[in-house]
C-alpha cells in the first residue's frame, strides 16, 4: 500500500525482523537504536562495567549480543515457554547473574508482561538490580501499572513513539 500510494523511501527503527526490509521494492533505512542504548548506559547507569546484558528472549539474542560486544560486557539469555493460550507459563536463565547488575535490551515494551517476569526471574536468581532499555515503548493497558509496582530500577525508552502520557502514568520511565 505504501509503494502504490507513491513512497518510494522508508525510514524506521529497530524493525522487529531486519527481513521486514525485504518485503519493500524501494529503499528501507532500517535505524539501530543501539548506539543511543550504549551511549545512555555509559552515561547514565552507575557500575554500568560490572553488568550483564539479557535478552528477554531468543528472538532479541542478536541485539543484546551485539550491545554486550561493543561495551564488552557479559551476555546472558531468558528463554520463554509459552503454554497453549499464547501467555508466557515459564522462563529459564541461561547465563549466571547472581550478585550483578542487569541490563534488559529488548526492541519494545507492549503490555510490560515479559520485561516484569523477566525482572522476576532476574531478581529470583539473584541479580542485584535490573535496568531495561526498549526502543519501542507501547505500554498499552496496564503496561505501566505493571511496571510501576515490578522490581526494575528503570525503564529507557526511545521516542519512536509519544511518551508524554507513559512518563506521567510511570513512575520508572
Not at 526490509?21 to 548506539?35: Q, R, Y
Not at 543511543?36 to 532479541?60: C, F, H, Q, R, T
Not at 536468581?125 to 526494575?152: F, W
Amino acid at each position: 500500500m505504501m509503494e502504490v500510494s507513491g513512497i518510494n523511501n522508508v525510514i524506521t527503527m529497530d524493525l522487529h525482523s531486519p527481513q521486514i526490509a525485504g518485503f519493500f521494492n524501494i529503499t528501507v533505512n532500517n535505524l539501530l537504536s543501539a548506539p543511543l542504548i550504549i551511549k545512555y548506559i555509559k552515561e547514565s547507569i552507575p557500575n554500568w562495567k560490572n553488568a550483564v546484558i539479557v535478552s528477554p528472549d531468543a528472538g532479541g539474542t542478536k541485539r543484546a549480543i551485539s550491545i554486550a560486544n561493543k561495551l564488552g560486557l557479559k551476555f546472558s539469555l531468558i528463554h520463554k515457554h509459552k503454554g497453549p493460550d499464547n501467555k508466557i507459563d515459564s522462563m529459564a536463565l541461561v547465563g549466571d547473574v547472581r550478585g550483578q547488575m542487569t541490563i534488559i535490551i529488548d526492541d519494545m515494551a507492549d503490555s510490560g508482561e515479559t520485561l516484569v517476569r523477566a525482572t522476576q526471574k532476574l531478581k529470583e536468581l539473584n541479580a542485584s538490580k535490573v535496568y531495561a532499555m526498549v526502543t519501542h515503548g507501547v505500554l498499552s493497558g496496564m503496561g505501566c501499572e505493571r511496571i510501576n509496582v515490578s522490581q526494575l530500577e528503570r525503564l529507557v525508552v526511545t521516542n519512536t513513539l509519544p511518551q508524554e502520557v507513559n512518563k506521567k502514568r510511570c513512575i520508572k520511565l
